[in-house]
């Protein structure tokens, strides 16, 4: 029998759910095992669940929000946070250190309007089974998420840093020989070093590895000409509520 499936998306750009589309070109045969049931980018054909797996992204930023996605894991068997922003808040979070009123003056010309909040991770209202890190995320990672389901195993995720996929593709090192502010130290491998592959740094966006060395990745910075305030702006970007950044974010 096909596992039911249902797409969700909350405070977001919608760049993860185009990563999952590529599925159809990528693995075509997975598609015999899952019926996606509810994914509006996909298909107006929509059916209401209960899913065996709810994939969501974005961060939630409303109270309406808070009342679907509790909606959406009671409907739910196994729950997949995809990308930044539902794992941490991810980019539109950046608005958090903001006073509310005056992110939604910068934005709306009549913001008294608005049922707006700051944004928070999924998890903060729910429980998540499997957070995959990204912005966006990998599609291997997200069909390893869904192969792991369909086997009821656990994914394999990377816990490793960006750096030691970049040691396989033997580039010399943008932080330690040309001084430039790589985050490839603490941030979660899985994009296979795609930045500094082409020469440029890695901005963090996979978010925190696992138990990364932010103390000495913030010395780093700082020997190499970073300010305090540039440091707390590179560990806000991506994933400054995440529990390993909050501090240096100043959150
Ligand atoms: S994690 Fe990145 S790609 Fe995914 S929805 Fe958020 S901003 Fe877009
Ligand atoms: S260039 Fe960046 S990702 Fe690569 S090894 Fe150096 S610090 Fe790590
Ligand atoms: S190298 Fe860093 S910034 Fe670039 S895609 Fe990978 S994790 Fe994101």
Not at 161 to 184: D, H, R, S
Not at 219 to 225: C, D, H, P, W
């Amino acid at each position: 029998m096909k596992l039911k499936i249902g797409v969700f998306k909350f405070t977001s750009c919608s760049g993860c759910q185009i990563e999952l589309l590529r599925i159809n070109e990528n693995l075509p045969g997975l598609l015999n095992l899952m019926d996606f049931q509810n994914w509006t980018m996909a298909s107006s054909n929509v059916q209401q669940g209960p899913y065996d797996i709810a994939i969501v992204e974005g961060g939630i930023s409303t109270p309406e929000g808070i009342e679907e996605i509790k909606t959406i894991r009671r409907n739910s068997k196994l729950l997949i946070a995809i990308g930044d922003c539902a794992v941490f808040g991810g980019i539109p979070s950046i608005r958090n250190w903001m006073k509310q009123r005056e992110a939604e003056d910068l934005v709306y010309p009549k913001p008294e309007h608005l049922k707006s909040m700051k944004v928070s991770s999924i998890d903060e209202y729910v429980k998540v089974d499997v957070y995959l890190k990204g912005c966006p995320p990998h599609l291997d990672d997200m069909l390893e998420a869904l192969k792991a389901a369909i086997l009821n195993i656990r994914p394999r995720l990377r816990q490793h840093p960006v750096c030691i996929e970049c040691k396989f593709y033997e580039n010399e090192c943008l932080l330690t020989t040309y001084k430039q502010a790589c985050m490839g130290p603490v941030t979660a491998a899985g994009c296979g070093a795609i930045c500094p592959n082409v020469g440029r740094t890695c901005e963090g966006c996979y978010g925190p590895m696992s138990n990364p060395n932010v103390k000495s990745m913030v010395e780093r910075l700082r020997e190499i000409g970073l300010t305090d305030e540039d440091i707390m702006r590179k560990f806000r970007k991506y994933a400054g509520t995440s529990e390993y950044y909050r501090e240096v974010a100043r959150l």
